[in-house]
């Protein structure tokens, strides 16, 4: 097995809890200033994913008080009585009743809903939608790349075997819960840093360790737990980032608080990392999504106030800390409930869903028109997506990151339209980078292809890689005089699909994503 091949295997098969790191930062002389990690660091800006695990109920989370009537008729196991509704004035909208927090944040302008969140010809299945929200693929592709993930690599296609260096010793990304997800994976190796669990997290910064029994198969645990240890690339510099904080605001003990807890410590102890993901499950409410007798309560109820608590401490601490500028979030779930209840107290697979972003920088309020729902629907009815999941990740990398449009339809494999997240003030003009000097046309692919670039006068080269990362052919490669070089392609005896053209210099490694029909 090729060493890539093994790294790649070993970041997603490996079941020992604790830190599992693969990817770095790029190298410091790359001319690409404006990508969206390099973007982040200078400007010390974060985004920090929650993933609602399990397809979370929008229409018992953001109720539209139009169709009240309507819901009663078509959801009565579930629906929420009026009376206990927090209403958000002017919008004919109401949150749930556990999210009283997160209605402070709105008022304060630091709490945004985007309504009705999905994407074209939905699938029903957790982990098919949850690899096409992971991949940003369409729902007929099988993409096994996550949309980060192609980033990275498209940036540094270098990695891992340089990194982590000196000069940039600290994890672009981290993810914390069990598991390594698609979103961080590369063509070749995954790019993010999992914490598996939180409580070895304050083990590896404690230098505490759990005792072994004193027996031959107790030595075995203690030698594995040490060699975990010492195989940790990124663990020190993270041990050094959550030491210097010693003190932070309250948070409260469920699953998803303790993960925000650690994000926040580690901002603040200067870890220069931009972006983290953090999860919560049980969002699968077939049954008791709500009790009986109270509908104010149960299993969705649950998990609403431990979102709403564990978002209002982050932001508290953020605050405390003298970093919450530099931070948004954003909240995502695979797919919606349906319009009409089950039998079961609960609601099975849906579509389009409300998300959430959150941050002293987004564009408080709502954006997007309340879900339209009549007595008349039945099992089948969805509700209607008005804007693709896409938009919201090319929004965020364009008015968070800075990153330019042709960049984000790279890594997101098609263009998408933005919508207003960040607001005006932040929203940052940076001129593109030589690197994008780079394209591809015409695209999708039909026959002569045109490839231009701009060079620096030194050796070049220009591939085709296949999704996982194999060179399938080598385009070019030579040394051309400095300046707009193009290249022309014969495409005729590609076989469809998606690929990426990769372009690699001394200064400069890029790549542009075509399709071939």
């Not at 203690?222 to 990124?234: F, I, K, M, N, T």
């Not at 603040?268 to 983290?276: F, M, V």
């Not at 070019?476 to 690699?504: A, C, D, H």
């Amino acid at each position: 097995m090729k060493r890539r091949s093994f790294l790649r295997h070993m970041t997603h098969g490996l079941a020992i809890p604790g830190v599992v790191s693969s990817f770095g930062y790029a190298n410091a002389q790359s001319q690409a200033i404006n990508n969206l990690l390099r973007f982040a660091n200078e400007t010390d800006r974060v985004l920090v994913l929650v993933f609602l695990e399990g397809g979370n109920d929008g229409l018992n989370t953001v109720v539209p008080l139009e169709s009240m009537s309507a819901m009663n008729a078509v959801r009565p196991h579930v629906i929420l009585p009026d009376s206990s509704l927090i209403e958000l004035p002017g919008k004919n909208l109401a949150l749930h009743p556990e999210m009283a927090d997160l209605k402070a944040l709105y008022d304060e302008g630091r709490f945004g809903i985007i309504q009705n969140v999905g994407y074209p010809d939905p699938n029903f299945s957790h982990f098919r939608s949850t690899d096409i929200w992971m991949s940003a693929s369409d729902s007929n592709e099988l993409i096994n790349t996550g949309w980060i993930g192609r980033y990275l690599n498209q940036e540094y296609p270098t990695f891992p075997e340089e990194y982590p260096n000196e000069e940039n010793p600290h994890p672009l990304a981290i993810e914390l819960g069990y598991g390594s997800s698609l979103l961080f994976q590369g063509p070749t190796s995954s790019m993010g840093m999992v914490i598996n669990d939180p409580e070895y997290f304050y083990e590896l910064i404690n230098n505490e360790e759990e005792e072994a029994p004193d027996t031959n198969a107790g030595d075995k645990l203690r030698y594995v737990r040490l060699v975990a240890r010492q195989s940790q690339q990124y663990g020190q510099v993270v041990v050094e980032a959550a030491e210097k904080v010693t003190n932070q605001s309250e948070y409260q003990g469920d699953f998803l608080s303790q993960q925000l807890r650690i994000v926040s410590r580690l901002i603040a102890g200067g870890l220069q990392t931009p972006l983290y993901m953090v999860r919560i499950g049980g969002f699968d409410t077939h049954d008791a999504q709500v009790e009986s007798g109270d509908h104010t309560t149960g299993e969705h109820a649950t998990l609403l106030r431990n979102v709403n608590n564990a978002i209002r401490d982050f932001m508290k601490d953020l605050e405390f800390q003298g970093t919450d500028d530099r931070v948004v979030g954003m909240t995502f779930s695979e797919f919606g409930r349906r319009i009409v209840s089950n039998a079961s107290l609960g609601t099975d697979h849906g579509t389009a869903a409300p998300l959430f972003v959150f941050g002293n920088n987004v564009r408080g309020g709502v954006l997007g028109d309340n879900p339209l729902v009549t007595s008349n629907m039945v099992y089948d009815d969805n509700l209607e997506m008005q804007y693709d999941f896409r938009q919201v990740y090319a929004s965020m990398m364009e008015q968070w990151f800075g990153q330019q449009s042709t960049g984000v339809s790279d890594v997101l494999l098609d263009d998408f339209d933005t919508i207003p997240i960040i607001g005006d003030s932040v929203i940052t003009d940076v001129k593109p980078p030589i690197s994008q000097e780079f394209k591809v046309f015409p695209n999708p692919l039909n026959g002569q292809a045109n490839i231009e670039l701009i060079t620096d006068g030194g050796p070049l080269t220009v591939d085709l890689v296949d999704m996982q990362g194999r060179t399938l052919q080598k385009i070019y490669s030579g040394s051309p005089e400095v300046g707009k070089l193009q290249i022309s392609w014969n495409t005729s005896q590609l076989q469809p699909g998606r690929y990426f053209v990769r372009m690699r210099n001394s200064t400069i490694h890029k790549a542009s994503s075509v399709i071939k029909k």
